[in-house]
């Protein structure tokens, strides 16, 4: 089945804490992104990736690094979490010059 | 960036249509169209895109105007498994992987009514 998958889906941990979510596709897709999900705020994107070891960021970088060092896989990582990364965060997918974004199922992420 | 301006809530009928509207009147010829969809507790969706030309799949359809300064998302037969957030989402035209971004806003809230 093609998917999106992300662990874990909830993680509590306190602040400076570093932390690592893992995103991984099966679909051989060269762009992935993370979002992160706020009330009011809607869906920010982070960063993305064009293809393995390309990344940008996207518009709300700062606090989060990314990797590609594999077609499949874009962890994000967040060196020393604050409470202000507390949020709902999202991979997705693209396959090259296809329209079609496929998101995972989400990552509930509180920092204390 | 363009943006879309769409209603904060909408209310329909199960087994009706439905028109959800968003308005995009600073579009660029090269601007896709694109609506999502995110149920509650899930990941945003994909539902359709399209360029220019009135577009159908198997779950909607998505009706442009002429001047693509709006579009309508039409459900043909809401279900109550239809109930999310719909956004309307302009990316710009890419070549191979180019810079292509989607911005989410804040989408419509349909609510279906048994």
């Known amino acids: 089945e093609a998917q999106v998958t992300q662990n874990p889906r909830y993680l509590i941990t306190v602040t400076g804490k570093k932390l690592t979510v893992t995103c991984s596709q099966n679909?051989?897709?060269?762009?992935m992104s993370w979002y992160r999900q706020d009330p009011g705020l809607g869906l920010r994107q982070i960063y993305y990736s064009m293809n393995v070891e390309v990344t940008d960021k996207g518009d709300v970088p700062e606090g989060y690094k990314v990797s590609r060092k594999e077609k499949r896989n874009f962890p994000l990582i967040l060196e020393s979490p604050s409470p202000n990364q507390t949020s709902l965060y999202f991979c997705?997918?693209?396959?090259?010059?296809?329209?079609?974004?496929?998101f995972g199922p989400g990552t509930r992420l509180t920092v204390l | 960036d363009a943006k879309t301006t769409q209603p904060n809530s909408m209310e329909s009928n199960e087994e009706e249509p439905v028109h959800l509207p968003c308005n995009h009147s600073t579009i660029s010829g090269t601007d896709y169209i694109h609506w999502y969809r995110q149920l509650p507790s899930q990941g945003p969706e994909y539902v359709i895109h399209?360029?220019?030309s009135n577009v159908n799949n198997r779950m909607a359809s998505l009706a442009i105007a002429e001047d693509r300064k709006s579009s309508t998302l039409i459900l043909h037969r809401a279900t109550l498994r239809d109930a999310a957030v719909y956004y309307c989402i302009l990316s710009i035209s890419y070549s191979g992987a180019g810079s292509y971004q989607l911005t989410f806003g804040k989408g419509t809230k349909l609510s279906v009514i048994p």
């Open positions: 997705a997918s693209r396959g090259g010059i296809r329209h079609e974004q496929f």
């Open positions: 679909m051989n897709h060269e762009y």
């Open positions: 399209g360029l220019t």
